[in-house]
């Protein structure tokens, strides 16, 4: 599910699978800020401003939503037609599966006005959900919302270090194709903490011209048109350069399925 365990690639898939969820709030137009922390013991925080994972007993299981949803796969809000639209990720069992490559998971959930807590290790329950108090507005994540902090388990994958760079450019591109959410990128793995915010109002015409910074545009601004059939809307943005190298990207539900660089016919 997680990919490659020794490149780094699986590594990294860790974060954005829990980051996908809160942009899965957003496209839902309830979160507006997603907060990724390296913090300095080596785990990665993940936390936003959206509703909060369910906390309610499932009907049939007995157990809390949240508990089933962090616990077995495709029981995600993916695999329910009315929760999300659109969604990105594993096909709902991202989560579950970070969970369960994680030496210890710690959650918190703020939502109706109240805040929840409850950590796992090695995808097991350690402590049961439990409410701790009531939600505010100087709690870090707001007075709803989802954090989770994760240590990625040593026995799954041979390097537990995590690239800033990497997760940068992958957060970046999520900022360019939601348009408005604003996603603080932080690294407390050294002295001086680093900070990037990456938030674009322009969408995907700004990630062309972002692409083509250092190139050579022939015509002022991209090329821009949408159309949306059958409940689904495609975007498209193009511009052309004096290079004799063509780039192209395709997303679907922001999961990038093309890229090419090709060399231009002369």
Known sequence: ????????????Q????????????????????????????????????GRGIPVELHKTEKIPAVQLIMTELHAGGKFDQNSYKVSGGLHGVG???????????????????????????HGAVNKQLKKKGESSKNNDVYNTGTKITFLP??????NINFNFTTIENRLRELAFLNRGVKIILTDRRSAKENIIELSY????????KFLNQNKNPIHRGPIYFSSKKNNVLVECSLQ???????????????????????????
Request: charged letters at 20%.
């Open 201 to 208: 109002e322009g969408g995907i015409n700004a990630y062309v």
């Open 240 to 266: 052309w350069t004096e290079g004799y190298h063509e780039n192209t990207l395709c997303f679907t539900n922001n999961i990038c399925l093309l890229y090419t660089s090709d060399a231009a016919d002369e």
């Open 95 to 121: 989560v579950s599966v970070v969970n369960a490559l994680s030496e210890k998971l710690l959650l918190e959930i703020n939502r109706d006005g109240k805040v929840y807590y409850m950590d796992f290790i």
């Open 1 to 12: 599910y997680i990919g490659d365990t020794d490149d780094g690639s699986g590594l990294h």
């Open 14 to 49: 860790m974060i954005y699978e829990v980051v996908d969820n809160s942009i899965d709030e957003t496209l839902a137009g309830y979160c507006s800020e997603i907060f990724v922390i390296l913090n300095a013991e080596g785990t990665i925080t993940v936390k936003d401003n």
């Open 153 to 158: 388990s040593k026995k799954t994958f041979n």
